[in-house]
């Protein structure tokens, strides 16, 4: 069963919320972002993030084309959130 979290974050000035669903298998987690606004999405290169160990996060196929700032903003919000229910 995933997990469901809500995420916030800023970008170009302005607070954003999203959701995340979390799955585990063996080889990753995956964070599968849901509820982002539509210029927002068209930004990123997908909804799915992945962590092949803890600590660690990417975007799925990102390329220099995607914001960076945007995907750096959304990872931090995911790891602040992990941190928060781990501590």
Known sequence: MARIFTISFHFGGQAYSA???????????EFTLGMLPDDLSAL??????????????????????????????IIRAVAEHLDAVQA
Do not use: C
């Not at 092949?52 to 390329?63: I, K």
């Open 19 to 29: 959701i995340s669903a979390v799955k585990d298998n063996p080889f990753y987690t």
């Open 44 to 73: 990123l290169p997908g909804n799915r993030i992945v962590s092949p160990a803890p600590g660690q996060f990417q975007f799925l196929f990102a390329t220099p084309e995607h914001s960076a700032a945007l995907m750096d903003a």
